[in-house]
Protein backbone atom coordinates (compact mmCIF):
# COMPACT_ATOMS: atom_id res chain seq x y z
CA UNK A 1 0.00 0.00 0.00
CA UNK A 2 1.34 3.43 -1.08
CA UNK A 3 1.11 5.49 1.85
CA UNK A 4 3.38 8.87 2.79
CA UNK A 5 6.12 6.98 4.48
CA UNK A 6 6.37 5.06 1.41
CA UNK A 7 7.12 8.15 -0.81
CA UNK A 8 9.32 9.51 1.14
CA UNK A 9 11.37 6.84 1.13
CA UNK A 10 11.16 6.85 -2.84
CA UNK A 11 12.09 10.40 -2.72
CA UNK A 12 15.02 9.51 -1.00
CA UNK A 13 16.45 7.32 -3.39
CA UNK A 14 16.66 10.15 -6.03
CA UNK A 15 17.00 12.94 -3.68
CA UNK A 16 19.75 14.14 -1.42
CA UNK A 17 19.11 15.44 1.99
CA UNK A 18 18.42 19.21 1.87
CA UNK A 19 20.36 19.20 5.32
CA UNK A 20 23.89 19.35 6.18
CA UNK A 21 24.39 17.43 9.98
CA UNK A 22 27.73 19.11 10.25
CA UNK A 23 28.54 23.05 11.21
CA UNK A 24 30.94 22.64 8.51
CA UNK A 25 31.65 21.09 4.92
CA UNK A 26 32.83 17.38 6.43
CA UNK A 27 32.42 15.54 10.05
CA UNK A 28 34.77 17.45 11.88
CA UNK A 29 37.40 15.40 14.09
CA UNK A 30 37.21 17.98 17.03
CA UNK A 31 33.65 19.67 17.08
CA UNK A 32 34.84 21.67 20.27
CA UNK A 33 37.72 22.79 18.86
CA UNK A 34 35.65 23.66 15.70
CA UNK A 35 33.43 25.62 17.75
CA UNK A 36 36.13 27.72 18.95
CA UNK A 37 37.78 28.54 15.99
CA UNK A 38 34.66 29.97 14.71
CA UNK A 39 34.00 32.30 17.55
CA UNK A 40 37.63 33.55 16.93
CA UNK A 41 36.73 33.92 13.34
CA UNK A 42 38.96 31.39 11.78
CA UNK A 43 36.35 29.31 9.82
CA UNK A 44 32.82 29.92 8.70
CA UNK A 45 30.17 27.70 10.16
CA UNK A 46 27.08 26.63 7.47
CA UNK A 47 24.12 28.77 7.62
CA UNK A 48 20.84 27.01 9.43
CA UNK A 49 18.91 25.59 6.50
CA UNK A 50 15.02 26.99 6.34
CA UNK A 51 12.64 25.23 7.47
CA UNK A 52 9.47 24.51 5.14
CA UNK A 53 6.29 22.20 4.24
CA UNK A 54 7.01 19.28 5.43
CA UNK A 55 9.22 20.60 8.45
CA UNK A 56 7.91 18.82 11.56
CA UNK A 57 8.09 20.84 14.79
CA UNK A 58 6.04 21.64 17.92
CA UNK A 59 2.70 21.02 17.84
CA UNK A 60 0.19 23.89 17.22
CA UNK A 61 -2.89 23.85 18.53
CA UNK A 62 -5.66 26.37 18.18
CA UNK A 63 -7.87 25.98 21.15
CA UNK A 64 -10.99 27.59 19.57
CA UNK A 65 -11.19 25.51 16.82
CA UNK A 66 -11.02 22.13 19.04
CA UNK A 67 -14.11 20.35 19.33
CA UNK A 68 -12.39 18.14 21.90
CA UNK A 69 -13.36 14.49 19.76
CA UNK A 70 -10.28 13.17 21.63
CA UNK A 71 -9.06 11.54 18.07
CA UNK A 72 -5.80 13.28 18.64
CA UNK A 73 -5.69 11.54 22.06
CA UNK A 74 -6.14 7.99 20.92
CA UNK A 75 -3.69 8.04 18.27
CA UNK A 76 -0.87 9.53 20.33
CA UNK A 77 2.01 6.73 20.61
CA UNK A 78 3.95 8.48 22.94
CA UNK A 79 0.60 9.68 24.93
CA UNK A 80 1.60 13.23 24.67
CA UNK A 81 -1.70 14.39 24.59
CA UNK A 82 -4.48 14.73 27.16
CA UNK A 83 -7.74 16.55 28.34
CA UNK A 84 -7.18 20.48 29.78
CA UNK A 85 -7.82 20.16 33.41
CA UNK A 86 -9.56 22.95 33.64
CA UNK A 87 -11.39 22.20 30.42
CA UNK A 88 -12.18 18.32 29.35
CA UNK A 89 -13.50 19.53 26.00
CA UNK A 90 -10.17 20.87 25.10
CA UNK A 91 -6.87 19.03 25.27
CA UNK A 92 -2.85 20.12 26.19
CA UNK A 93 -0.09 19.30 24.56
CA UNK A 94 2.94 17.79 26.90
CA UNK A 95 6.09 18.39 24.54
CA UNK A 96 8.67 16.69 26.61
CA UNK A 97 6.72 13.60 25.18
CA UNK A 98 6.08 14.14 21.93
CA UNK A 99 7.61 12.44 19.12
CA UNK A 100 6.19 14.83 16.11
CA UNK A 101 5.02 12.08 14.11
CA UNK A 102 1.95 14.24 13.10
CA UNK A 103 -0.67 11.51 13.38
CA UNK A 104 -2.69 13.62 15.85
CA UNK A 105 -2.50 16.25 12.75
CA UNK A 106 -3.33 14.15 10.38
CA UNK A 107 -6.37 12.74 12.17
CA UNK A 108 -7.81 15.99 13.30
CA UNK A 109 -11.03 16.64 11.93
CA UNK A 110 -11.27 20.37 12.02
CA UNK A 111 -7.56 20.88 11.49
CA UNK A 112 -7.06 22.50 15.07
CA UNK A 113 -3.62 20.85 15.54
CA UNK A 114 -1.04 21.51 13.09
CA UNK A 115 2.79 21.07 13.08
CA UNK A 116 4.76 24.19 13.05
CA UNK A 117 8.25 24.95 12.42
CA UNK A 118 9.36 25.80 16.09
CA UNK A 119 12.10 23.61 17.29
CA UNK A 120 13.86 25.08 19.48
CA UNK A 121 11.57 23.95 22.63
CA UNK A 122 14.19 22.72 25.32
CA UNK A 123 13.98 24.03 28.70
CA UNK A 124 15.15 23.38 32.02
CA UNK A 125 11.38 22.66 33.46
CA UNK A 126 10.61 19.77 31.18
CA UNK A 127 6.93 18.59 32.62
CA UNK A 128 5.75 22.03 32.46
CA UNK A 129 6.64 22.65 28.60
CA UNK A 130 3.34 21.93 27.25
CA UNK A 131 1.48 23.67 24.23
CA UNK A 132 -2.17 25.05 25.71
CA UNK A 133 -3.18 27.46 22.73
CA UNK A 134 -1.16 28.94 19.78
CA UNK A 135 -4.05 30.32 18.26
CA UNK A 136 -5.09 30.15 14.42
CA UNK A 137 -2.16 28.06 12.29
CA UNK A 138 -0.68 30.41 8.99
CA UNK A 139 -0.10 27.01 7.58
CA UNK A 140 -1.88 24.17 5.99
CA UNK A 141 -1.92 20.59 7.95
CA UNK A 142 1.05 18.62 7.35
CA UNK A 143 -0.66 15.89 5.27
CA UNK A 144 -2.55 18.39 3.07
CA UNK A 145 0.91 19.99 2.21
CA UNK A 146 3.57 17.23 2.17
CA UNK A 147 4.46 16.98 -1.81
CA UNK A 148 5.15 20.50 -2.07
CA UNK A 149 7.40 23.21 -0.30
CA UNK A 150 5.70 25.56 2.12
CA UNK A 151 4.78 28.95 0.40
CA UNK A 152 4.11 27.28 -2.88
CA UNK A 153 0.71 25.95 -4.24
CA UNK A 154 -0.15 23.45 -6.81
CA UNK A 155 -1.07 24.53 -9.81
CA UNK A 156 -5.22 23.42 -9.60
CA UNK A 157 -6.77 22.99 -5.97
CA UNK A 158 -10.07 21.30 -6.31
CA UNK A 159 -13.09 22.98 -4.98
CA UNK A 160 -13.14 20.93 -1.29
CA UNK A 161 -16.99 20.97 -0.86
CA UNK A 162 -17.14 19.04 -4.02
CA UNK A 163 -15.00 16.23 -2.55
CA UNK A 164 -16.29 12.78 -0.57
CA UNK A 165 -15.19 13.08 2.79
CA UNK A 166 -16.05 10.95 5.81
CA UNK A 167 -19.22 10.89 7.62
CA UNK A 168 -21.15 8.47 10.29
CA UNK A 169 -24.14 6.99 9.70
CA UNK A 170 -27.02 5.21 11.76
CA UNK A 171 -28.16 1.90 11.04
CA UNK A 172 -31.97 2.67 11.93
CA UNK A 173 -32.98 -1.15 12.49
CA UNK A 174 -29.53 -1.04 15.19
CA UNK A 175 -30.80 2.01 17.05
CA UNK A 176 -32.37 1.66 20.14
CA UNK A 177 -32.67 5.58 20.94
CA UNK A 178 -30.60 5.46 23.80
CA UNK A 179 -29.32 9.34 22.99
CA UNK A 180 -25.79 8.31 23.99
CA UNK A 181 -24.85 8.79 20.69
CA UNK A 182 -26.48 12.62 20.55
CA UNK A 183 -24.88 13.75 23.76
CA UNK A 184 -21.22 12.53 22.60
CA UNK A 185 -21.51 14.13 19.28
CA UNK A 186 -19.35 17.29 19.56
CA UNK A 187 -20.87 19.01 16.72
CA UNK A 188 -24.38 18.40 17.64
CA UNK A 189 -24.98 16.38 14.31
CA UNK A 190 -27.12 13.77 15.46
CA UNK A 191 -30.95 14.41 16.06
CA UNK A 192 -33.08 12.19 17.45
CA UNK A 193 -35.50 11.53 20.78
CA UNK A 194 -35.37 9.08 23.83
CA UNK A 195 -36.52 5.21 22.15
CA UNK A 196 -36.75 7.23 18.54
CA UNK A 197 -34.29 6.17 16.15
CA UNK A 198 -31.85 8.62 15.27
CA UNK A 199 -30.37 10.11 12.14
CA UNK A 200 -26.97 11.76 12.12
CA UNK A 201 -26.75 15.32 9.59
CA UNK A 202 -23.99 14.67 7.10
CA UNK A 203 -23.14 18.48 6.12
CA UNK A 204 -22.47 18.52 10.22
CA UNK A 205 -20.99 15.52 10.68
CA UNK A 206 -16.80 16.20 10.88
CA UNK A 207 -16.42 12.22 10.83
CA UNK A 208 -14.31 12.10 14.57
CA UNK A 209 -15.89 8.79 15.27
CA UNK A 210 -16.97 9.32 18.89
CA UNK A 211 -20.79 8.75 18.54
CA UNK A 212 -19.62 5.24 16.78
CA UNK A 213 -17.05 4.75 19.93
CA UNK A 214 -19.98 5.42 22.48
CA UNK A 215 -23.20 3.19 20.61
CA UNK A 216 -23.58 0.39 22.78
CA UNK A 217 -25.47 -1.43 19.85
CA UNK A 218 -22.74 -0.78 17.54
CA UNK A 219 -25.35 0.72 15.54
CA UNK A 220 -23.53 3.57 14.04
CA UNK A 221 -20.92 2.34 11.24
CA UNK A 222 -18.58 4.98 8.70
CA UNK A 223 -19.92 6.56 5.67
CA UNK A 224 -19.27 8.69 2.45
CA UNK A 225 -20.90 11.92 1.96
CA UNK A 226 -20.01 13.97 -1.07
CA UNK A 227 -21.37 18.01 -0.15
CA UNK A 228 -23.16 20.13 -2.57
CA UNK A 229 -21.32 21.92 -4.55
Same mark, same amino acid.
Given at each position: MLNA???QILRHLFKKAFTNP???SHMPDDLTGVLEAASKGEIDLNEPVETWGRFRGKVGYDREKCIGCGMCMKVCPANAIERAPEDPKKIIVHNDRCCFCAQCND? =??VDALTMTCDFAISTYERKSNVTLDTGKADRKPFQSEWTYRKGEVPDEVEDP???PKKVYRVREEDCVGCTICAKACPVGAIEGKV??????DP???VGC?? =?ASKCPKGAIEEDEYTPEG
Open positions: MSVYPVI =CPKAQKEKHVIEKCGV =C
